[in-house]
């Protein structure tokens, strides 16, 4: 005999079989977006440190660039102070020169020959005016002028004669280059 199911095992299977695939795809899109909303939130905790780091590093920056703006008012004040430290020091260093000048001047000068009336220092020029006894007396002085430590060229500008008391005397100016130092 001949046995015919008429249950309909087979659209049964059918069901079945869709519903599981059904099943599968709704969990494998519930898992996906699971897995995206924990990526995304894991960016943007990321993203809030990072911001948060770079908002101290910014506050840091702005301490820095005051300690900078300190730094740059210190080294300004630091040169300032050492440009006047540099002229103190040349004024002191220069301080006795004009008594060391005239104290070897002194001793350049020959006795009884010339009497110096005027000295005037304008920058690096002295200009010396006297009266000597004769031409060779001014000719030794601009001699030992030249060899003096303090004098780098002497120039005879005027030399006349002026009589003083009934004797002839040489009247005499003189220029004379500093040197430097």
């Excluded at 001949?2 to 299977?13: D, F, G, T, V």
């Excluded at 740059?72 to 020169?97: C, H, T």
């Excluded at 304008?122 to 002085?141: C, F, H, P, Q, Y």
């Amino acid at each position: 005999m001949i046995r015919i199911n008429l249950l309909p095992y087979r659209e049964k299977e059918k069901k079945e079989n869709l519903r599981r695939q059904i099943v599968l795809i709704a969990g494998s899109l519930v898992l996906l977006l699971l897995i995206l909303v924990s990526v995304y939130l894991y960016f943007i905790v990321s993203i809030k440190g990072i911001e948060s780091h770079i908002k101290d590093a910014e506050a840091k920056l702005v301490i820095l660039n005051k300690k900078v703006g300190d730094i740059e008012k210190f080294k300004k004040d630091k040169k300032n102070v050492e440009q006047k430290l540099a002229v103190i020091k040349s004024l002191e260093g220069n301080r006795m020169f004009p008594v060391r000048m005239l104290d070897e001047l002194n001793l350049l000068i020959p006795a009884k020959e010339i009497w110096l009336d005027k000295f005037v220092q304008a920058g690096e020029e002295l200009r010396i005016e006297g009266i000597a006894k004769d031409n060779g007396t001014v000719a030794l002085l601009m001699k030992s002028l030249e060899k003096a430590s303090f004098i780098q060229s002497v120039d005879l500008l005027v030399s006349r004669e002026k009589e003083v008391a009934g004797v002839k005397l040489q009247q005499f100016t003189l220029s004379c280059v500093l040197k430097k130092g």
